[in-house]
């Protein structure tokens, strides 16, 4: 794999399509390839096949990315966005702190849920392509700067202890969550969806000493 396109440099060298047709051209690539990657796993997947499946000629898949590791890298980019960019706080007008890391929670594991046979597939690429581990790695980073920044304004506002280090907070809860979605949603270890929210949510509040606003 030495010889083939950087996951995250790949990427980097396509531009975005000009026309609402070429979106939505590439979208039906990305839309195929998560079906391929899914039922054939990131080694055996094929340009050819996810060109069949979305109804296209190989021709066409390379208008849009030069590999099956850039592909992979824009369906990693879509899956991340959409769990790291919930806007809760935005959608839900909710202010309360305890309140907010529940239907933080519930927003990542619902996410997570639906998207659990790629999360297991993206654990397995993590052990076999580092420049795809290099990718995780700075994505679980903005995860956390997400997280910290949080922390640090509760503590700021006095409503979690100010011993804590923000960073190093962030990283052990939010490695917390991952964890347990992974063990619940990709090792199928029965946990009522509801009971797993609350427990994350007074693990969370605990490890804080969140105080009530």
Avoid at 6 to 21: I, Y
Avoid at 57 to 66: K, L, V
Avoid at 188 to 194: A, C, D, G, H, M
């Amino acid at each position: 794999m030495a010889s083939q396109p950087s996951t995250g440099e790949s990427e980097s060298r396509r531009a975005a399509p000009r026309t609402k047709r070429g979106e939505r051209t590439r979208g039906a690539l990305i839309a195929a390839a998560r079906e391929v990657f899914e039922r054939d796993g990131y080694l055996d997947a094929k340009i050819a096949d996810i060109s069949k499946t979305a109804g296209m000629a190989s021709g066409s898949f390379y208008t849009y990315f030069d590999s099956k590791e850039e592909i992979f890298a824009a369906l990693v980019e879509q899956v991340s966005e959409e769990m790291l960019h919930p806007h809760v706080r935005e959608r839900s007008g909710i202010t309360d702190p305890r309140a907010l890391i529940e239907a933080a929670h519930r927003d990542y594991l619902l996410s997570y849920k639906r998207n659990a046979r790629l999360m297991a597939l993206f654990e397995q690429v993590t052990h076999i392509d580092e420049n795809f581990r290099r990718l995780r790695v700075e994505r679980g980073k903005a995860f956390a700067q997400r997280n910290a920044r949080m922390i640090r304004e509760l503590q700021e506002s006095g409503r979690a202890s100010a011993d804590l280090d923000p960073m190093i907070t962030a990283h052990a809860l939010s490695g917390m969550v991952s964890r347990m979605a992974n063990l619940v949603f990709v090792q199928q270890q029965r946990i009522p969806f509801e009971k797993l929210v609350a427990t994350l949510t007074d693990l969370w509040a605990n490890a804080l000493q969140l105080r009530p606003e």
